[in-house]
């Protein structure tokens, strides 16, 4: 699955001169959480609902933090920005310029890791440079919602092509190798032996046997390998 699969589109977008009340009702109307600024067909910037968090006009500025005329000489002064952000009237003024992007044959797995590491909520979707969707957490969780796995209700798979599939899996994972363990399957029941770590790990198992088809059932006898070394 592709951002352009999941993507929001036509897309919400305001320019550079739109004013902050503007901007604050479309969130509200459209019940979205951010928008992107346009500028000649180019992305130059998003505005959130954070963005509008501190506003003078609703009393949530604050007071700016007291700093040493040191402080003030040798570094930006914080409050410059945080003035600049609680009453600019203008989205040039508010926007963060630091917008990420994605193509839309960006893969949602890559975009997920992106908020993850930028902890963002979304991301604008460009085809050769121009804005043509947009991709937020919202729309992974409803990609993740209408996706169902096929059920085959006539699947005739062999105990020995699901214990082949189930171990192609967990052998590629760095957990399963750290432990003495096997796989039986016996009349579509996959039973795991030997030993395990961790609960972290008895868990994994099981979700990597319920998403091999055929299986109907999970037996983990594994014992605790710190169990284990108790009994010697």
Do not use: C
């Not at 006009?57 to 007071?63: K, L, N, Q």
């Not at 945080?82 to 508010?94: F, L």
């Not at 059920?151 to 020995?160: I, K, L, P, S, W």
Request: without cysteine; aromatic residues 4%; neutral net charge.
């Amino acid at each position: 699955m592709k951002a352009k699969d999941i993507m929001t589109t036509p897309v919400v977008a305001i320019g550079p001169d739109t004013p902050v009340t503007e901007i604050a009702g479309l969130l509200f109307r459209r019940h979205i959480s951010g928008v992107p600024v346009v500028e000649d067909g180019r992305v130059v910037g998003l505005v959130s609902e954070g963005d509008l968090l501190r506003r003078h006009e609703i009393g949530t500025d604050g007071s700016p933090v007291k700093r040493s005329w040191w402080d003030r000489l040798i570094q930006n002064d914080p409050a410059l920005a945080a003035y600049v952000k609680s009453h600019a009237s203008y989205a040039r003024d508010i926007m963060s310029r630091d917008v990420v992007s994605v193509e839309e044959e960006t893969p949602v797995a890559e975009i997920a890791s992106l908020f993850e590491m930028r902890k963002i909520r979304r991301v604008p979707v460009l085809r050769h440079k121009k804005l043509v969707g947009i991709v937020s957490r919202a729309n992974l969780v409803q990609a993740l919602a209408v996706t169902t796995k096929a059920v085959d209700t006539h699947d005739t798979r062999t105990d020995e092509e699901i214990r082949k599939q189930l171990l192609s899996e967990v052998a590629s994972q760095p957990w399963w190798q750290r432990n003495p363990a096997n796989v039986i399957v016996t009349d579509s029941v996959v039973h795991y032996r030997g030993m395990v770590r961790t609960e972290e790990e008895r868990q994994a198992a099981r979700i990597a046997a319920e998403n091999v088809p055929g299986v109907r059932k999970i037996e983990d006898h594994r014992i605790h390998r710190a169990d284990f070394h108790s009994m010697l």
